[in-house]
């Protein structure tokens, strides 16, 4: 009893149609796990390089307030800012960029007002953290945070 070319086709045809409709969600999922791989590892990196730069704009704005002549600190956290900065660039969108660019503008000049004009500090203080927060909300929304604009105040009883 012999098999003829029609019977074997008939006989895999099945097996060769299930394999290939398979083959299609397998890719397609795989494909989109690695998507999620990649875009985790650099959101890890982003969270990780804008908090550093928040601490930085932070401890800038401690050492502006400190009634000490802080010149030289304020400096060096000055310089590590903009080395946060350039890592920044490297993984933020345009928004987050922009952002933390407007810092690195209030920063400069609470830096060159601090010791000398405590009046202009004060504005340069307000819209160094007026920076920090609009920082603060671009981050969280390429981080897909759920309500990224809602961020409690600084200090209880305080609206920013």
Known sequence: ?????????????????????????????????????????????????????????????DLAEEPADNEDALEAEHRMLQVHMAEVRILGGFDVQAAARRIVASTHGLRMTASTKPEDAAQHRSRTLESLFAFYRAVRHQLRIPDADKLAPMNPGTAI
């Open 1 to 61: 009893m012999g098999v003829t070319w029609a019977q074997l086709l008939l006989l895999l045809l099945p097996v060769l149609a299930g394999a290939v409709i398979g083959i299609f969600p397998t890719l397609l999922l795989e494909r989109m796990r690695i998507a999620s791989a990649l875009r985790t590892r650099w959101d890890q990196d982003l969270q990780r390089s804008c908090a550093e730069f928040a601490a930085c704009t932070r401890r800038i704005i």
